[in-house]
């Protein structure tokens, strides 16, 4: 785990030549305070699910360019760079309208959220965040049957 933060701290490739379970779900983290992300993505793992770090916007745009498979982006609003929360949410509905986003901030709840995205406040509690993230999954899944 501590080689691939450092790998997506240094902006090295964000594809890693890692074997995944397909069977598995992977969940995209983005959130720039890396305590919050280490936190959040070891629940996430935690819960049975696999987690792919990144520390940006960008760097989340970066690794869905990558050609990676997501299946659902937890990511908070409030980032440096240029793309922040809510327009790496309106990417990602415009390009991978089945992934669902979760997004989060400690500022009021965004107007216009589609209907893919969920929005969780801050502070939250980890098992809201493994919740939210559980509900979409299966949310997915029943919707690909």
């Known amino acids: 785990m501590e080689a691939r933060a450092a790998i997506l701290e240094h902006n090295m490739p964000l594809k890693l030549d890692v074997e995944i379970d397909p069977?598995?779900?992977?969940?995209?983290?983005?959130?720039?305070?890396?305590?919050?992300?280490m936190v959040v993505s070891e629940a996430i793992r935690?819960?049975?699910?696999?987690?792919?770090?990144?520390?940006?916007?960008?760097?989340?745009?970066?690794?869905?360019?990558?050609?990676?498979?997501?299946?659902?982006?937890f990511s908070d609003i409030h980032m440096a760079g240029p793309f922040d929360g809510l327009l790496l949410a309106s990417h990602v509905q415009a390009i991978y309208p089945s992934t669902p986003v979760i997004l989060s901030s400690a500022m009021p709840k965004p107007a216009g959220l589609q209907g893919s995205e969920m929005f969780i406040?801050?502070?939250?509690?980890?098992?809201?965040?493994?919740?939210?993230?559980?509900?979409?999954?299966?949310?997915?899944?029943?919707?690909?049957?």
């Open 23 to 37: 069977e598995v779900k992977c969940v995209l983290v983005v959130e720039d305070d890396a305590v919050v992300r």
């Open 46 to 73: 935690d819960a049975g699910f696999h987690v792919v770090e990144v520390s940006s916007g960008g760097d989340a745009i970066d690794y869905l360019r990558s050609g990676a498979a997501v299946d659902l982006i």
């Open 121 to 145: 406040a801050k502070p939250y509690t980890i098992d809201r965040v493994v919740t939210a993230v559980t509900y979409m999954l299966n949310a997915l899944d029943s919707r690909v049957k």
